[in-house]
């Protein structure tokens, strides 16, 4: 099963207000990480970003200014994606509806693809305890992120994407079949409406 690691880095919460900043994703296969198939963009929201969201995410208005705008980074990351199943953190309430929200905004048309919200795999493992942000996956997983930045889609991947690789395995050990229950997102088509 070909699965897609991804993480956005936005203005603010809103997906019907806010923009995309930054797009960062990796893939993994069979259980192994391929650190060699990655993803990542920065997004030109055009708009500045807040003095919060940058302290927040170390992400700058210099880093932005030259970067592809929505529609295009959009259509990037899917074609990167491809026929992948999409994996994000808290990507149920976050990540998808920001892709679906900006490619609506942007007049992209859209496709369908699996996706599978990290959290239902801490949630199957450690029940109703202690919370399931990915700060307390990775305390759980001893996980240290020594190296990343939090919060920066870049240094979120890499973490998500060990910690996914470790609670799939504790669940299913031959990465044959998904442990938690599957659903769909979109993703940009690369087609203007």
């Keep these: 099963m070909d699965l897609v690691i991804f993480d956005l880095e936005t203005t603010g919460l809103s997906p019907y207000s806010e ?8 893939k993994m296969s069979g259980g192994r990480i391929l650190e060699e198939s990655a993803f ?8 500045r970003i807040s003095s919060f969201i940058t302290s927040y995410t170390g992400i700058t208005n ?3 200014r030259n970067a592809p705008p929505p529609a295009e980074a959009l259509t990037a990351f899917s074609e ?3 026929s992948g199943m999409l994996i994000a953190h808290n990507g149920r ?3 998808l509806p920001f892709i679906r929200e900006s490619c609506s905004r942007h007049g992209l048309s859209t496709r369908e693809v ?8 801490s949630r199957k493992l450690w029940g109703g305890r202690g919370g399931h942000g990915l700060d307390a996956v990775m305390q759980r997983l001893q996980l240290r992120g020594d190296g990343v930045r939090r919060h920066d889609a870049r240094g979120d991947v890499a973490i998500l994407a060990e910690a996914v690789r470790r609670m799939w ?7 044959q079949s998904c442990p938690v229950p599957c659903g769909s997102g979109l993703l940009a088509d690369g087609m203007r409406r």
């Design 93 to 95: 309430r976050f990540d």
């Design 114 to 121: 699996g996706f599978v919200d990290s959290m239902a795999f």
């Design 169 to 175: 395995a504790a669940l299913t050990p031959d990465f």
């Design 40 to 47: 990542s963009t920065y997004v030109d929201p055009g708009r």
């Design 80 to 82: 990167f994606a491809g």
């Design 62 to 64: 210099d880093q932005v």
């Design 19 to 26: 923009e995309i900043i930054q797009i960062a994703a990796v």
